[in-house]
């Protein structure tokens, strides 16, 4: 009713003029299936350019190992013992059997594989996208709509954390179910109406709500924050299918009760799993979160940019921010339930968003993130099907408007697949990913701390200090954090900072075996042999007699037999593991089986071409055999790794003087004192086997000074 039509009303009655009920166009679902397979041809075409890059991309060091190339039950296949498993265990805070299943039947058919499994979400995406088009047409009648909302859904940059990070496998595969429950229930529910679109009063539909329910249970063990089905069911019963128009609200619920069984048991679930995970904090501060991730992701909607897979908590958040974040959502909410007669699709939109995001608002906090980009996966769709049937509304209110409108749906589209081109580039590894968060993100303790144990790994600790060192400072009460600066620290030759930093890691949480261990080496270097052996069996209880803590410990009493052992047993549960190897390698060489010894490094090099200690330890071991051009070359690749350290320029000082080369043996001394000269003389005088004295190495220096000088010219 128009404005001046409710004036006159007003006039002639005396009373305020009512709008009415607005009754929604019921349109026909094409009976030509052709324009429909086209939408969901361009669909998959879109989303197989827009994440093209993952194709050759790898794992991440964030939760990937804990899901896949850590994981010696997922390495192993799909086997019964597998799937057993993976219906009993709480693993990674989690209990989601399919998606371990899934995990595994990729290892089964493409190996250890990054790029796979990577391109098998995307797949699973796709799917996702033509179930949510399929429904919606189903639902609605409205094809190209729909094609909007699911290009939208598809290409929108938030999504490519769910398709380029291998451990949310668990994203792509519950939206797909979920997608696909939706639709079974809407085809139903068109079936049983006796109408193309539309609805009634159903009466019995027993088959189609078992597949539903049988769907929405393999969504749920896919990844529980798809309780919210039953709820948005609801809300698809309201609008478009307008079933509360014929059917009384308690057979509406009555049906549904097999689903809400579902959702309880799977709560209860996961609530089970996440007992360890769940953070502990105040309800006050849970609900200023959940306001705050509201608001923020509506900004995320029509502006994503600055993404990245760790967003920190902020210290505080001003009191003005809460109290604007709060009036929009009021607003938006008091907007959506006054039209909603008029524009029932504003309000189904709105509160599939609110809804849906209610697993992961923080009300019930799991973990230290706030928001997340994987949050809204399916979330979004709301508001994308209030939006496009809203742009729906003005086009046939002004069909001149229709091209327009059209060019700027396209750009828009265009744009998000651009963007998600882009934003699929940065996870090509973890060095990429965790440097491109830093950039967009501040006081990032986890993007900090990820980054310096990349570079660590890679032989970098220099590069890895001050990132490790910013991490510490932004949240220090991470005992993790602590962990790794000791490691760096000692890398770096901070035995003094690397103990400090350990010990603060044990306080912060005595059951985290890591800092024992690193602990124990330095106290073993130091000579502290029953505080090293202390802290060992302390490991060794934590981790559960972890094989490669019980070689650590067998090493530290001497017991090389025992060692050796379970050295061995380690490197079979982790063959990919190249410092586990090169520990097995070095009590091999210990025990003077150098061939064994020499294939265990070389294959430690073929996992990590660029570990140093292999390198040094090859370069030791070839010496011995007297292969010395080849332990020149894994000395001089060992200076080329790390150049700061003297300790590959002591070796090589003393395969050259053997060989007689004085003046390039002087040489190499000089590099080494030049470096670090406390050092490289302790290092001489370990290899040496001489007393320690602050002049062992310039002494040495001195006679293959001697030395040259009495050559004949």
């Not at 597998?82 to 595994?104: E, R, V, Y």
Request: aromatic share 8%.
């Amino acid at each position: 009713m128009g404005r001046k039509s409710r004036l006159r009303q007003e006039r002639r009655t005396g009373e305020p003029a009512r709008e009415k009920p607005r009754v929604e166009k019921t349109a026909v679902p094409p009976a030509d299936r052709k324009p429909i397979l086209i939408a969901c041809a361009l669909l998959v075409v879109a989303i197989a350019i827009a994440f093209a890059r993952v194709r050759s991309q790898d794992y991440i060091t964030l939760d990937d190992p804990e899901y896949v190339t850590a994981n010696s039950t997922v390495k192993n296949g799909l086997s019964a013992d597998g799937i057993g498993w993976a219906f009993t265990a709480f693993h990674s805070a989690n209990w989601h059997p399919l998606t371990w299943i899934t995990h595994m039947l990729d290892v089964q058919l493409f190996g250890v594989s990054a790029p796979a499994e990577k391109l098998v979400n995307v797949a699973m995406h796709a799917g996702a996208a033509i179930f949510l088009l399929l429904f919606l047409v189903r639902a609605t009648g409205a094809l190209w709509p729909s094609a909007m909302v699911a290009a939208l859904f598809a290409l929108h940059p938030t999504r490519v954390e769910s398709v380029a990070w291998v451990s949310e496998r668990k994203d792509v595969l519950s939206a797909l179910l979920f997608f696909l429950a939706l639709y079974l229930y809407v085809r139903g529910v068109v079936r049983a109406s006796g109408a193309p679109s539309g609805g009634g009063a159903l009466g019995a539909r027993t088959t189609p709500m078992i597949w539903v329910a049988v769907v929405f249970a393999l969504a749920l063990m896919a990844k529980p924050s798809v309780i919210t089905l039953p709820f948005v069911l609801l809300l698809l019963d309201w609008w478009p299918l307008r079933r509360f128009e014929r059917t009384p609200l308690s057979q509406l619920l009555l049906e549904k009760v097999p689903l809400f069984a579902l959702t309880l048991v799977s709560i209860i679930l996961t609530l089970r799993a996440q007992t360890e995970a769940i953070v502990q904090t105040s309800l006050s501060s849970r609900i200023e979160n959940a306001i705050i991730a509201y608001a923020d992701y509506l900004r995320m909607l029509v502006w994503p940019a600055g993404l990245a897979i760790f967003y920190p908590t902020p210290a505080s958040v001003p009191v003005a921010t809460l109290l604007i974040a709060l009036v929009v959502l009021i607003a938006i909410t008091a907007l959506v339930i006054r039209y909603a007669r008029r524009f029932p699709y504003l309000v189904v939109g709105w509160f599939w968003y609110l809804g849906t995001l209610v697993p992961m608002s923080g009300i019930v906090k799991a973990g230290i993130q706030w928001i997340a980009d994987r949050y809204t996966y399916i979330s979004y769709v709301g508001l994308f099907i209030a939006i496009v049937w809203g742009v729906k509304e003005i086009v046939e209110r002004r069909p001149q408007l229709t091209r327009p409108l059209a060019a700027v749906a396209i750009a828009i589209i265009a744009a998000f697949g651009i963007a998600t081109f882009v934003q699929a580039g940065y996870w090509k590894d973890a060095q990429t990913l965790f440097s491109r968060t830093i950039a967009v993100t501040s006081n990032n303790p986890v993007a900090e701390a990820n980054l310096a144990m990349i570079l660590f790994d890679r032989d970098k600790p220099k590069e890895a200090l001050p990132h490790i060192r910013a991490s510490v400072a932004a949240d220090p009460s991470i005992a993790s954090s602590q962990y790794t600066l000791g490691r760096v620290l000692d890398a770096t030759g901070d035995r003094a900072g690397a103990e400090q930093a350990l010990r603060k890691a044990i306080a912060l949480d005595a059951s985290f075996a890591g800092p024992y261990r690193t602990l124990a080496d330095l106290q073993m270097k130091a000579g502290n042999k029953d505080e090293a052996l202390h802290l060992l069996t302390r490991a060794s209880e934590l981790d559960g007699g972890d094989p490669a803590t019980r070689a650590q410990l067998a090493a530290a009493r001497g017991d090389l037999n025992a060692a050796l052992s379970d050295y061995a047993a380690a490197v079979a549960a982790s063959p990919n593991d190249a410092n586990l190897r090169n520990d097995y390698a070095t009590m091999l060489a210990r025990q003077q089986r150098d061939q064994e010894a020499l294939n265990e490094f070389n294959e430690v090099l073929r996992l990590r071409p660029d570990h140093y200690f292999a390198h040094m330890n090859s370069g030791a071991l070839l010496r011995r055999l007297g292969r010395e051009n080849e332990a020149i070359e894994h000395f001089a690749k060992a200076t080329f790794l790390r150049p700061a350290s003297p300790d590959p320029h002591v070796y090589l000082a003393l395969i050259l003087a053997v060989r007689g080369e004085q003046a390039r043996a002087i040489s190499e001394i000089d590099t080494a004192m030049k470096l670090d000269a406390v050092e490289a003389n302790r290092y001489f005088s370990e290899l040496v086997r001489l007393p320690p004295q602050n002049n062992n190495l310039a002494s040495y220096r001195a006679v293959l000074q001697q030395q040259l000088a009495a050559k004949p010219k």
